[in-house]
Nanobody, 125 residues
């Protein structure tokens, strides 16, 4: 099994930055692609960003392109999400996810078999 633990969320003002981290433990050799998803109250979970197994390719939701950067350090078994120029509409619980099967950066949440518990990001206007 793999455990994913997110950290770095908090309450910030519009225009501020945050960096989320996701630490993986357990059978980390079985992790391939990784991603970030978010879910706001009353809304469905949505894709934010994804990164391939070796980190060579990334994908982003249109709403975060140019503001968010996903990265990973496989030696440290850690995934990151640098979030700049935050907006109130970025307010959500952010979840880290890892795939057991897919090596490319996938936006499909159903291709991720491991999920963290989430970290809350709240952006005030």
């Amino acid at each position: 099994q793999v455990q994913l633990v997110e950290s770095g969320g908090g309450l910030v003002q519009a225009g501020d930055s945050l960096r989320l981290s996701c630490a993986a433990s357990g059978r980390t050799f079985s992790i391939y692609a990784m991603g970030w998803f978010r879910q706001a109250p009353g809304k469905e979970r949505e894709f934010v960003a994804a990164i391939s197994y070796v980190g060579a390719s990334t994908r982003y939701h249109d709403s975060v392109k140019g503001r968010f950067t996903i990265s990973r350090d496989n030696a440290k078994n850690t995934l990151y999400l640098q979030m700049n120029s935050l907006k109130p509409e970025d307010t959500a619980a952010y979840y880290c996810a890892a795939s057991r099967d897919i090596v490319v950066a996938t936006t499909n949440q159903y291709e991720y078999g491991y999920w963290g518990q989430g970290t809350q990001v709240t952006v005030s206007s």
